[in-house]
């Protein structure tokens, strides 16, 4: 019998915020949790609490240097200048706050925790991870650990050989393409805005043979990302055979997004999730990006019903619309007015439209590289 797919959240995240002003000031995975629970589709069985990581297993990937400095952090709640200098830690990506170091050990925890329960098979959403630009040494790019990286060497310590990461965040993830670099039994594939923070993730870049990167121009659409997902993506993971996959679900790349420029609906995060879920017998998914409350809430509670098979209805019922007319979003125009389908859907209308040439003159490329066409 097939295993039930996990979810792995924590309180912590209620409340906790970067800071008044920081993009990741705004409630995302208990939104997911909230909204999951009030539509019946979170049973007490497969909700399992993230644990905090051990400094110790932090160590795995960071520098045991870098991970004082994070606790020092919290506890002292500054920093010298000297750490902020050495660490990234205090700056304007990547403040102090109150969790600055609990928040990210619980998220990295929660990976940690999916490498184990993956080792027999099995499918689990941890919306809370997907941080994936942390470094060693060096917070980076709002991400002061890299749980992906754990994940994926928990899965290692569980026997898991081969490993295929999807990336589908607006932005490239550079410090999961630095840890498995010219590993043959690691196949990264990301697809992320061109010219885009980090400036990472160039369409030749390779990264010892391991990395197939995909940069794409603004207004980047649902029928490009399904020629993408179809042309690209599938027949890679499909030919790789994967023990298992990690896809790391940025929800930035929806066209309600504040810190990109593409122009996807939730549907294309959503048909991805699902085309690859058959492709190996262990399957992780995580959170990543996203700065919009409701897009966030609606593109994550949609991917858990996607792996549970639920049908996403045509309007919430009304616990699950209160979850979302409660939510704010200061500081940003669009949190004035919301429209009204954010507080009545999860399901966006689709954004279709045309293929640009760039588009498919850069799969050709990569199809031709790869030995796809």
């Not at 050990?105 to 099995?122: C, H, K, Q």
């Amino acid at each position: 019998m097939e295993q039930v797919p996990s979810f792995i959240g924590s309180e912590i995240y209620r409340g906790s915020s970067y800071g008044a002003w920081h993009p990741l000031r705004v409630p995302r995975v208990s939104t997911v949790m909230d909204l999951c629970r009030a539509l019946g589709w979170l049973d007490r069985s497969q909700y399992l609490t993230s644990p905090r990581a051990r400094p110790a297993a932090l160590t795995h990937w960071h520098e045991p240097e870098y991970i004082s400095a994070l606790q020092r952090a919290e506890v002292r709640q500054a920093v010298s200048d000297a750490e902020r200098d050495r660490f990234g830690l205090g700056t304007h990506s990547n403040p102090v706050y109150a969790e600055v170091f609990r928040r990210p050990a619980t998220a990295a925890g929660g990976s940690l925790l999916a490498g184990e329960l993956l080792a027999r098979g099995g499918v689990v959403h941890h919306p809370a991870g997907g941080t994936h630009h942390g470094l060693p040494g060096r917070a980076n790019g709002f991400c002061y650990l890299n749980d992906p990286v754990l994940g994926m060497l928990s899965l290692r310590r569980a026997g898991v050989r081969r490993i295929a990461y999807v990336d589908i965040d607006a932005h490239h993830p550079d410090g999961v393409e630095l840890a498995f670099a010219a590993d043959p039994d690691v196949l990264m594939i990301s697809v992320h805005e061109e010219r885009r923070w980090p400036f990472t993730g160039a369409l030749d870049a390779r990264a010892g043979g391991s990395a197939v990167n995909l940069p794409v121009p603004a207004g980047f659409n649902d029928t490009e990302m399904a020629l993408v997902r179809e042309t690209l993506i599938l027949p890679l993971v499909e030919r790789f055979r994967a023990d298992a996959i990690v896809l790391q679900c940025g929800a930035d790349a929806v066209e309600e997004d504040p810190l990109s420029h593409l122009a996807l609906s939730n549907n294309a995060h959503w048909a991805v999730v699902a085309a690859l879920r058959s492709l190996a017998p262990r399957y992780l998914v995580l959170g990543g990006g996203g700065y919009n409350p409701w897009s966030v809430g609606r593109l994550w509670s949609g991917v858990w019903a996607v792996l549970n098979g639920l049908e996403i209805p045509d309007r919430l019922p009304p616990t699950a619309e209160v979850v979302m007319r409660n939510l704010r979003w200061d500081g940003n125009r669009r949190g004035k007015s919301p429209p009204e389908h954010w507080f009545t859907t999860l399901r966006d209308t689709p954004r279709d439209g045309a293929i640009r040439d760039d588009v498919r003159a850069r799969l050709a490329v990569l199809r031709h590289r790869e030995g796809l066409s």
